[in-house]
């Protein structure tokens, strides 16, 4: 069992900086998904715990970086360059024993609460 919990949201302005930490009770596959008001949950990053390799949707591609350190046992998103249209709740993700395609939220079993963030412009 996979316990996670998210940190580092806040409020930023446009063109600003954050990092979201992700502290797991575990290691497995990683996700990073958002979900803005009246939208679905949308992928953004994924990582393999064991060999670090990294995937990224293309609309943050460039702009955020996915990575983890092992002796944490902490998944980070840091978050450059952000804009008002990454406003939304930024959950953190393990993919346990679930066999969805990682880009999908069914690629899941464990989830974190979610943190806010804010990009005003």
């Known amino acids: 069992q996979v316990q996670l919990v998210e940190s580092g949201g806040g409020l930023v302005q446009a063109g600003g900086s954050l990092r979201l930490s992700c502290a797991a009770s575990?290691?497995?596959?990683m996700g990073w998904f958002r979900q803005a008001p009246g939208k679905e949950r949308e992928f953004l990053a994924a990582i393999f715990w064991s060999g670090g390799s990294t995937y990224y949707a293309d609309s943050v591609k460039g702009r955020f970086t996915i990575s983890r350190d092992n002796a944490k046992n902490t998944v980070y998103l840091q978050m450059t360059r952000l804009k008002p249209e990454d406003t939304a709740v930024y959950y953190c993700?393990?993919?346990?024993?679930?066999?969805?395609?990682?880009?999908?939220?069914?690629?899941?079993?464990?989830w974190g609460q979610g943190t806010q963030v804010t990009v005003s412009s």
């Open positions: 575990g290691r497995t596959f």
């Open positions: 993700a393990a993919r346990g024993s679930a066999s969805g395609p990682y880009y999908t939220v069914s690629g899941y079993k464990y």
